[in-house]
């Protein structure tokens, strides 16, 4: 007879079934490469504390790691977005509603990371990050060395978060922004590399100054394109 269980005793049971693996030498978690996590998009009623923590320590391979989940399960996570986690992956797809705060986290722990893809930047999410605060103890911009195709989609402006990085090796980026162009100050973004795009997808109503902008920027071998409610732009010199 199958067993069937409410998603927070789901969630609850895998984590401590995981862990007693791990701990029990029956599961090897430093071979695994790649990790997919998706649960429906539901809120957990229980306390973190009830949630075991998996030895993320022990996750040194691992590469490719996607979170589609409810925000509150990611904070109350047997596998959270720890800097000890954070710092050897290579791909890193989150599907959920997180913050600005939650952002710049990543951004600020991710050395190898080379893709990265965020869903859903939502303003109301910053009462609620998922990730832990951060200690802003300079003015400079962080690198983030590695990273070469940057998706995101915001409701909130982070023009502000992109102030903080530099991003050297950057060569495809799509911004998904969901709010008033007049809110963005992207002629300020000193962030990318424009001339070394390749590809830039923008969706957004971007006012006539902003696309002109943009066209100047790019090297004569990249492709920008525009995507807005009222139509879409293509740009491309070769």
């Known amino acids: 007879m199958p067993l ?23 599961l090897d978690f430093g071979l695994w490469q790649n990790l997919a996590i998706e649960l429906p998009h539901k809120a957990l009623p229980f306390d973190p504390l009830n949630s075991p923590e998996l030895p993320l320590e022990a996750f040194t391979k691992l ?35 997180i913050s600005s705060h939650d ?3 990543i951004l600020r722990h991710v050395n190898r990371l080379s893709t990265l893809s965020l869903k859903h930047i939502r303003r109301e999410s910053m009462s609620t990050p998922v990730t832990p605060p951060i200690n802003h103890c300079s003015r400079q911009r962080y690198p983030v060395p590695a990273l070469k195709t940057l998706t995101v989609v915001s409701d909130e402006n982070i023009c502000t978060v ?3 990085f530099h991003f050297p090796s950057l060569l495809n980026l799509t911004l998904m922004l969901v709010y008033p162009p007049f809110q963005s100050n992207f002629h300020d973004l000193e962030s990318f ?6 590809t ?13 902008y ?3 920027l790019l090297s004569p071998q990249g492709e920008f394109r525009l995507h807005s409610t009222w139509y879409s732009f293509r740009w491309a010199t070769t």
């Open 4 to 26: 069937y269980w409410t998603l927070e005793d789901g969630f609850r049971v895998l984590g401590h079934l995981l862990a007693f693996l791990g701990n029990k030498e029956l």
């Open 63 to 97: 590469r490719h790691l996607t979170w589609a989940a409810h925000p509150q399960q990611i904070l109350k996570s047997w596998l959270p977005l720890a800097p000890s986690l954070l710092q050897n992956l290579e791909i890193l797809t989150i599907d959920c509603n």
């Open 103 to 105: 952002f710049t986290y």
């Open 162 to 164: 992109f102030d903080n």
């Open 193 to 198: 590399n424009w001339g070394t795009l390749e």
């Open 200 to 212: 830039f997808d923008l969706h957004s109503d971007l006012r006539d100054v902003d696309r002109t």
């Open 214 to 216: 943009f066209q100047t």
